[in-house]
């Protein structure tokens, strides 16, 4: 049945998740405070770029069907994707989960269903969002639905995901489960698994923290193969061939609103018992100094002094323009603490927010003595070594992404290195 939903939060997910079920026939009036991205999104242009959401918006507006406003409205179901960040002192930070759920109080009917889809540490709906809509005077469970249905989309495959994964549903009741997956099943083709709130937001944070475990193993493989020989790349896939064995990839750090974060939920609610989840994140948190330290010493390996580097990719991770807890802006901000001077480019972040950041390739590798790739975006793994060496002072490449192939820089004339192989070079 189509149902009207005001949804809380237009950003990486609520928009996409918006546009998707108004073209599936429901009525969605979306909400956000950013005025400026209300504006933009009512004249159908983006402020987030992902791959298939221009034209979806633009069908979504065009029947009427989506609308933005910076106020909530009445609806039959609220969804509040808002962010769910850590505090600097790594506490799980709810107050945007906290103020949507107000928001949306004096608008809530009898007969409403709420869900959360931001990610939360386990118990957020059942101790933070059920207080908050009681004071909607209703009976939360008889006479209002409440569920956790925690995004799970990868930025850069939104639309693919948002349709082809499996989905958990946790409902605070049966019925909040069952009228959640209903509404769902409009767009996603995968299974819809019913829990209950907790185990949903609990398997939502379980699912991050696996990727940066392994993550935070694969980059201690690196730092290992960096001391005795090895291609931590290459000895990687090879132990992946093994059917029980699926290692990710190192790199200069782990960045965005999600992997970086989560972790945190489990570790403040159980500090003593969650030892390998904090070795893992402070692991992967050292990478970009790490990173910093590996540039310090290839540069000086090559006697060049007052290095200048030319930093290419901004972004989290390749093929978009999400810079939220980038490893790149880390490892910039090592460098201006090392003393070194840099350039920054991104062809995916268009307006200039990092330091030193140039729109133009050549101006930022105009005199640079090493090229850093800090993003495996697309653009970066066609670069012509034969170009770029024409731009640069010196010829130094370090590949962090394994995104480049360092023979055909090698036979350009490069010295080429990569994060987490000694074996080359
Ligand atoms: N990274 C590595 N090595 C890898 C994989 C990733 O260093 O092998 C780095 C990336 O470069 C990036 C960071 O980790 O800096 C995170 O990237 P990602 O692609 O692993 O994940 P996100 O943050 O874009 O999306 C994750 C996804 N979770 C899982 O795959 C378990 C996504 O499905 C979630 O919806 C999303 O978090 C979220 O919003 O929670």
Not at 48 to 67: C, H, S, W
Not at 117 to 124: A, G, I
Not at 235 to 262: S, W, Y
Not at 370 to 380: M, Q, S, W, Y
């Amino acid at each position: 049945m189509k149902k009207s939903l005001c949804v809380v939060g237009l950003g990486y997910i609520g928009l996409p998740t918006s546009v998707m079920f108004a073209i599936h026939g429901h009525k969605v009036h979306g909400v956000d405070v950013n005025h400026k991205a209300v504006e933009m999104i009512n004249n159908k242009q983006l402020h987030i770029e992902e791959y298939g959401l221009q034209e979806r918006l633009e069908e979504a507006v065009d029947a009427g069907m989506f609308e933005a406003s910076l106020e909530p409205a009445e609806a039959d179901v609220f969804v509040i994707a808002v962010p769910s960040p850590i505090r600097e002192d790594k506490t799980a930070n709810l107050d945007y989960v906290r103020k949507a759920t107000e928001a949306i109080v004096p608008f809530v009917k009898k007969g409403n269903l709420v869900i959360l889809e931001s990610t939360v540490p386990p118990r957020t709906v059942e101790d933070v969002m059920v207080p908050v809509l009681e004071q909607t005077g209703l009976d939360i469970g008889e006479d209002v639905y409440v569920s956790h249905s925690p995004e799970r989309v990868i930025p850069g495959k939104v639309f693919q995901e948002l349709v082809d994964n499996d989905r958990i549903v946790g409902g605070i009741n049966e019925q909040s489960s069952v009228l959640t997956k209903e509404l769902y099943e409009s767009f996603v083709k995968g299974n819809i698994h019913l829990t209950d709130a907790t185990t949903a937001e609990m398997a939502k944070v379980i699912e991050n923290t696996y990727r940066d475990v392994n993550i935070a193993f694969a980059n201690e493989l690196a730092l290992i193969s960096d001391k005795i020989g090895v291609n931590s790349w290459e000895a990687i896939k090879l132990a992946n061939f093994h059917p029980r064995v699926n290692i990710h990839t190192p790199g200069p750090g782990v960045g965005g609103h999600c992997i970086a974060v989560d972790p945190w939920f489990l570790a403040e609610i159980e500090p003593d018992l969650s030892k390998i989840i904090q070795l893992s994140r402070n692991t992967n948190d050292n990478m970009p100094v790490y990173t910093a330290e590996q540039i310090q010493k290839l540069t000086k390996e090559q006697f060049i002094n007052d290095p200048k580097v030319a930093l290419f990719g901004l972004s989290f991770k390749a093929n978009i323009d999400d810079q939220r807890e980038s490893p790149s802006l880390k490892v910039i901000l090592e460098l201006v603490e090392k003393g070194i001077s840099f350039t920054t480019y991104d062809p995916h972040i268009k307006e200039n927010v990092a330091s030193n950041q140039t729109q133009s390739m050549d101006e930022a590798l105009d005199g640079a003595d090493i090229l850093v790739i800090l993003t495996d975006h697309d653009e970066f793994k066609t670069l012509d070594p034969e170009y770029i060496k024409g731009k640069m002072k010196n010829r130094l490449v370090f590949d962090t992404k394994n995104a480049l192939s360092l023979n055909e820089w090698k036979q350009a004339g490069f010295v080429a290195k990569r994060l987490g192989d000694s074996k080359n070079g």
